[in-house]
Nanobody, 115 residues
Framework: QVHLVESGGGSVDVGESLTLSCVMS????????FGWSRQPPGRPRDHIAYLTKDDRTMYDDSVKGRFTIYRDNIKNMLYLRMNNLKPSDTAGYFC?????????WGQGTQVTVSS
């Protein structure tokens, strides 16, 4: 079991930045891949950023060059730095941990970007 709790969401203007945080606890040593997904209003959830246990990163094209996923192994924290935010980034954001075969998700934090 891995328990995750997100924070750091809020309401910002176009072009501003936010950093989302995710506190992780439990069986973190068995996690193969960490990630962030988001769910815009009325739309399905999309996976937008991944970080493997050997520190490889992958990004969806919609956030590539603007978002950065990283973690602090000492503090058991996962982060998502979001720059140059757009109205299309408005969504609930969720951090996840994949232990194969099971993936755990947090409850989410809301980000709203106003033009």
């Amino acid at each position: 079991q891995v328990h995750l709790v997100e924070s750091g969401g809020g309401s910002v203007d176009v072009g501003e930045s936010l950093t989302l945080s995710c506190v992780m606890s439990g069986d973190i040593g068995n996690v193969d891949t960490f990630g962030w997904s988001r769910q815009p209003p009325g739309r399905p959830r999309d996976h937008i950023a991944y970080l493997t246990k050997d520190d490889r990163t992958m990004y969806d094209d919609s956030v590539k060059g603007r978002f950065t996923i990283y973690r602090d192994n000492i503090k058991n924290m996962l982060y998502l730095r979001m720059n140059n935010l757009k109205p299309s980034d408005t969504a609930g954001y969720f951090c996840g941990a994949d232990t194969k075969p099971q993936t755990f998700w947090g409850q989410g934090t809301q980000v709203t970007v106003s033009s």
